[in-house]
C-alpha cells in the first residue's frame, strides 16, 4: 500500500503520529538500502577502474625510474638517493593501494550477504512490532 493511502487509513487511528513516524523510519531504511545496493552494484567497476589507475602509476613509476637511473650522473648522490627514495615510496603506497582494491573486491558478496541478511531481520522485527502488546 502506497504511504498516501497509509496516511489515510491511519487518519483516525489513534496513534498516528508513532505509526506515520514508523511509515517514515522504514522509508529512510528502504532508501538507504537501495543506495547500499547501488554502491555495491558499482563496487565491480569501482574495482577494475582503481586497478586501471594502479596499472598506468605501475607504468609510469618504472618510466621515472628508468629516467632517473639514465640521468644518474646528472645527480649528486644525496639528491640521487632521495629521488630512488621517493620512486620506491610511490611504488609502496601502489602496492597497499592495490591490496585494498583486492580486499574490497573479494569481500564484495560478504557484504552483499551481510545486508540482505540484515534487512531481512530489521523487516522481520519491524512486521512483529504490531503483535507485541
Do not use: C, H
Request: no cysteine; glycine share 2%; net charge positive.
Amino acid at each position: 500500500m502506497p504511504l498516501p493511502a497509509l496516511q489515510t487509513a491511519l487518519s483516525n487511528s489513534p496513534e498516528k503520529a508513532t505509526a506515520l513516524a514508523g511509515l517514515r523510519a522504514i522509508d529512510a531504511l528502504r532508501e538507504k538500502r537501495t543506495l547500499l545496493e547501488g554502491r555495491l552494484r558499482a563496487l565491480p567497476r569501482d574495482t577494475n577502474d582503481m586497478r586501471e589507475y594502479v596499472a598506468s602509476q605501475r607504468s609510469e613509476s618504472r618510466r621515472v625510474e628508468q629516467e632517473l637511473e639514465r640521468r644518474k650522473p646528472e645527480y649528486n648522490d644525496r639528491d640521487f638517493a632521495t629521488s630512488k627514495q621517493r620512486v620506491r615510496e610511490w611504488q609502496a603506497k601502489l602496492d597497499a593501494l592495490e591490496a585494498a582494491v583486492e580486499r574490497l573486491d573479494t569481500s564484495r558478496v560478504e557484504w552483499q550477504t551481510a545486508l540482505e541478511s540484515r534487512m531481512a531481520t530489521l523487516y522481520r522485527q519491524i512486521s512483529l512490532l504490531g503483535t507485541q502488546r
